[in-house]
RNA sequence: GCGGAAUUGGUGAAGUGGUUAACACGCCGGAUUGUGGCUCCGGUAUGCGUGGGUUCGAUUCCCACAUUUCGCC
């Protein structure tokens, strides 16, 4: 069986949807987010404690496995689930975004795109049949197609070419897309040019792809902007099937395109934010290097049900942080992903009791309010 | 007691008779969006032990004192 969506309903008042994936490594509900990690392991956490911040779904890097330890060895173990021993759903980015982080335009070319190594320095090409094979052998559930992620700002005339070469690439990689347990994404460029995006949704939905990501987004757009992008995207994507936004995970941007009819998010942020001592909470987010926490015994939010907001006090977090424990790191990653999940179950909730702009509109008044007055 | 050396921010320290006292760490802030993990960007000594003196001008030269330290008796 591959991934699939099933749609159970929609927001009366928005364009908000409330479903259900199926995978061969149990169901989730969505509107999800879902963590990153990147080489097969979200950074500090181990698979029981994502279990316990409840990721429905885990992202892993198609980019980096190629490199270390190599697609062959984790097809060996058995999978990448056997490989890390999580027995959830797992997606794999195509390395599509390496095209954007790492390439210069003119590493850009029809076949693929041109990387140097940066583990060693070989030169090495990746094409959209190279990244489906990897993404094969890794035995993911959802695969993407690989694409090309443009930056912004850039001229409608690059977006026209490129879109064009992602549809292409997302052909191409069709054909050679072997493995019959995993369902395959087209991805969704154009930047803000609705048209664009209309006419490269159109040519995708042709393709029938088992589920659609929103791509191009995240990359230093304005937020309007980013909107705009989704809204553009999500009017001309088929209702049968999932909806992801790719890279988003700012917890009002979470709010705003579930709204707009987005059903998946990920994002490095919860566990970059841990890594360097920032919390999310009700009030926004806060820095606990702060010196304000030194002597602050209460948890980072009295009604989370993570295990560090259960049992740590900010000062203990603080000084973990400071003294570059990565305790500290392990403790504010759990907490954010949990932050970023029971957001997700807020959000459900509110698309079955169809007050989700009432939802919104609380929560914008907390998360900026507050921390504006501090 | 005698002789020498030293005294620069929270710390280690560089430096010069003349506009804003280097750098590092720490500290205080900020950033971070399909992760090239442990990064990047700001701020941080109105003052160079104390008191005098020389000089147009002294953290820099001179004197005294204080403190630290080394050696000798």
């Known amino acids: 069986m591959k991934a699939h969506y099933e749609l159970i309903k929609n927001e009366k008042n928005t364009k908000a949807r409330l479903g259900i994936m199926h995978t061969n490594y149990g169901d989730f509900e969505t509107p999800m987010f879902m963590p990153v ?8 956490l181990s698979p029981e404690e994502l279990k316990e911040v409840h990721s429905g779904i885990i992202l892993a890097n198609t980019y980096h496995l190629w490199l270390r330890p190599g697609e062959d060895v984790v097809n060996k173990a058995g999978g990448l689930h056997k490989f890390m021993n999580w027995n959830g759903p797992i997606l794999t980015d195509s390395g599509g975004f390496q095209v954007f982080s790492l390439s210069k335009p003119k590493d850009v070319t029809e076949e693929g795109v041109k990387f140097k190594n940066h583990l060693n320095g070989d030169n090495l090409i990746l094409t959209p049949e190279k990244s489906i094979e990897i993404q094969n052998k890794l035995d993911s559930d959802i695969a993407m197609s690989f694409d090309e992620c443009v930056g912004f700002p850039h001229t409608r005339k690059y977006i026209e070419d490129s879109v064009e070469r992602t549809l292409r690439w997302a052909k191409r990689g069709k054909l050679v897309h072997k493995n019959e347990k995993q369902a395959l994404f087209g991805i969704v460029q154009g930047a803000e040019f609705e048209d664009l995006r209309k006419h490269c949704c159109e040519e995708l939905i042709k393709m029938d792809f088992d589920g659609y990501s929103i791509g191009g987004t995240a990359v230093g757009e304005p937020k ?5 992008q989704v809204e553009y995207s999500c009017k001309y994507l ?17 709010i705003e395109n579930t709204i707009r009819g987005v059903d998946i998010f990920d994002c490095v942020a919860p566990t970059r934010l841990a890594r360097h001592g920032h919390a999310l909470t009700k009030y926004g987010k806060i820095n606990l290097k702060n010196a304000k926490y030194k002597e602050d015994f209460t948890p980072i939010d009295e009604n989370c049900d993570c295990y560090a907001c259960k049992n740590y006090t900010k000062s203990y977090i603080k000084h973990l942080i400071n003294a570059d424990e990565t305790f500290g790191a392990r403790l504010l990653s759990i907490h954010n992903i949990r932050y970023l999940t029971k957001l997700c179950e807020d959000l459900r909730e509110a698309i079955k009791n169809d007050t989700i702009l009432d ?12 921390e504006k007055n501090k």
């Open 37 to 44: 990690g990147t080489q097969a392991t979200v950074k500090t």
């Open 224 to 228: 309007d902007v980013q909107y705009m």
């Open 238 to 254: 088929p209702v049968d099937k999932v909806r992801y936004l790719m890279g988003v995970g700012d917890p009002i941007d979470i």
């Open 359 to 370: 939802y919104k509109e609380e929560f914008i008044k907390n998360y900026y309010g507050k």
